[in-house]
């Protein structure tokens, strides 16, 4: 898995250039001799080794595993990991693959903070896994001359049977909602109607008023017949097509 990591065995006289994102690590018989610097070299002894180890950031998907919850919930996760070679010569001799070692890091630290919380509240809590993650393997990663920057939750999948569930629970709530969202606003209507009937009692005139506005957009209509208070032979005559 270390694709950062490449070794020359330059022949006596041959020449080669370490790039400037690169650390070479130079080894005569296996014996750690110095750091190559960035340019084009020439080297003519014998039994000479190359290390060449990449700096810039490099990511590594940790592939979705199954994980037992609190609850005894079985959640499928996966998570994604950027880093960096801080010290090539501490990585080379911790360890033969590093990456190897840093997955297996991840995977450890993902089992134990889903192991520490209910499968709902680890989902809720998805964003900030990150920060766990990346608290719970920076010393480790040190110690294997890697720097870790940033860990990710990639992707969290449910058993189906959960995944209905819980999307049952989701629409009841957002039906809920809905529910108390109607019933505050027949609550402030229901309000305004008893603002406007105490309003009537304590001012009769205004209810005069209201009576004669009434009568007065009945009338501006087409065709709206008018019928008053009569008796029925007075009721008859009195209907006006307007």
């Known amino acids: ?38 340019g084009k070299h020439r080297l003519w002894a014998s039994g000479l080794e190359v290390k060449r180890i990449d700096n810039r950031e490099q990511m590594l998907v940790v592939q979705g595993q199954e994980l037992l919850t609190a609850d005894q919930v079985v959640l499928k996760v996966s998570a994604v990991t950027t880093f960096r070679v801080a010290d090539a010569l501490t990585m080379h001799r911790a360890t033969q693959d590093a990456a190897a070692v840093l997955y297996n890091e991840v995977q450890l630290a993902l089992r134990q903070i889903v192991a520490a919380e209910a499968a709902e509240a680890f989902l809720q809590q998805k964003a900030g896994h990150g920060a766990k993650l990346l ?96 008796t029925d032979s007075e009721r008859l005559k009195a209907i006006t097509k307007v």
């Not at 065995?9 to 610097?37: K, M, N, W």
């Open 1 to 38: 898995m270390n694709t950062f990591i490449s070794t020359l065995r330059p022949a006596a006289g041959f020449s080669f250039v370490i790039q400037d994102h690169e650390t070479a690590l130079l080894f005569q018989h296996g014996r750690y001799l110095r750091v190559l610097e960035a």
């Open 135 to 230: 608290e719970l393997i920076t010393d480790r990663a040190q110690s294997l001359g890697l720097k870790v920057d940033r860990i990710d939750i990639r992707d969290v999948m449910l058993p189906a049977d959960l995944k209905r569930s819980f999307m049952s629970a989701l629409q009841q709530r957002q039906e809920a909602q809905a529910g108390l969202e109607k019933a505050r606003a027949e609550t402030a209507a229901l309000r305004t109607l008893a603002n406007a009937a105490k309003l009537m009692r304590d001012n009769p005139e205004l209810l005069q008023l209201r009576y004669l506005q009434t009568l007065q957009e009945i009338g501006t209509g087409m065709g709206n017949t008018l019928v008053l208070g009569l």
